[in-house]
Nanobody, 120 residues
Framework: QVQLVESGGGLVQAGGSLRLSCAASGRTFSTYNMGWFRQAPGKEREFVARITRFGGTTYYADSVKGRFTIARDNAKTAVYLQMNGLKPEDTTVYYC?????????????WGQGTQVTVSS
């Protein structure tokens, strides 16, 4: 298993930038595909971005393409979400998650979340 801890959330003005970090421990980090999700009040959890084990492939939700960038540093066992051009609709709690590679179980481990608030 792996423990995930997010950080970097906070208050930012519309059009500003923020970088979220997710520190992992407990297993070899490179055995996991990693993802970022968000969940706004009254809405279902939404996929934001995904990055494969060694950073070779990334995927983004249409709503964040061109604005957000996911990256990972396996030596530091960390994954990041660089958020630029933030909009008020990006306001919510952001979670990182780990998906063990080579299985069909999907995302199995989740962090506690970090709050992002974008003012207009």
């Amino acid at each position: 298993q792996v423990q995930l801890v997010e950080s970097g959330g906070g208050l930012v003005q519309a059009g500003g930038s923020l970088r979220l970090s997710c520190a992992a421990s407990g297993r070899t980090f490179s055995t996991y595909n990693m993802g970022w999700f968000r969940q706004a009040p009254g809405k279902e959890r939404e996929f934001v971005a995904r990055i494969t084990r060694f950073g070779g492939t990334t995927y983004y939700a249409d709503s964040v393409k061109g604005r957000f960038t996911i990256a990972r540093d396996n030596a530091k066992t960390a994954v990041y979400l660089q958020m630029n051009g933030l909009k008020p609709e990006d306001t919510t709690v952001y979670y990182c998650a780990a998906d063990p590679a080579g299985t069909q179980r999907g995302y199995e481990y989740w962090g506690q979340g970090t709050q992002v608030t974008v003012s207009s």
